[in-house]
């Protein structure tokens, strides 16, 4: 019997330093240097000129819906820029993967490689086993591997390195409207603030 009760509550104190290891809406973001689309280094730090900093989520390049979602960032990206907001996706793809997809999609924003989940894990983003799926690039047959597979989510970090957003419900068609929504309304309470 005692035993038993040992196993729940180990199981507990697993659960809770999980959520504990977390952050929360307002703390600072641990500062992590990751690789892009591109093959170079990309640390958050080195992106606080801007305002905002959205890193949307996505499971994996090239399937359905992680394409809706990257093509509406790609058609609002001024919106962003008029917001003084820089914009990352962010999966367990390879960085060569990411190079690709941006290509097919003519994508103008940054994609980051999280082949270890480290990012996800630092923002609580839930993340499985990787996979792999065949795609036609450029009339031959590649097969486009990934670490991981993460859950869909979104997150803005603002200019001093806090977490002022966190969506885990995200609609992948909408994601960049719902962002620019929030970072509009954001941005105008600031303006409204007395300092």
């Not at 240097?33 to 090239?62: C, M, Q």
């Not at 086993?129 to 097969?143: A, L, P, R």
């Not at 001093?160 to 995200?170: A, C, E, F, H």
Request: aromatic share 10%; hydrophobic share 35%.
């Amino acid at each position: 019997m005692s035993s038993i009760i040992e196993f729940i509550l180990v199981g507990l104190m697993i659960n809770f330093s999980g959520i504990n290891k977390t952050i929360g809406i307002g703390d600072s973001v641990p500062d992590f240097t990751t690789i892009n689309d591109e093959g170079a280094e990309w640390k958050l730090s080195d992106h606080y000129r801007y305002d905002y900093i959205v890193l949307y989520f996505y499971p994996a390049a090239f399937t359905g819906g992680c394409t809706k979602e990257a093509c509406s960032y790609r058609d609002q990206n001024k919106d962003f820029e008029n917001l003084n907001a820089l914009v990352a996706g962010v999966s367990g793809d390879d960085y060569k993967n990411l190079a690709m997809f941006k290509k097919e999609h003519h994508l103008n924003f940054t994609l980051l490689s999280d082949p270890e989940g480290h990012i996800a894990e630092i923002f609580g983003v839930p993340f499985s086993e990787g996979g792999s799926i065949q795609k036609d690039i450029d009339g031959q047959s590649v097969t486009l591997e990934r670490s991981v597979t993460t859950s869909r989510w979104t997150v803005v970090v603002d200019g001093r390195g806090k977490l002022i957003y966190r969506d885990n419900k995200v609609n992948a068609a909408e994601d960049s409207k719902t962002v620019i929504q929030f970072l509009t309304t954001h941005k105008s309470r600031k303006s409204c603030v007395v300092h």
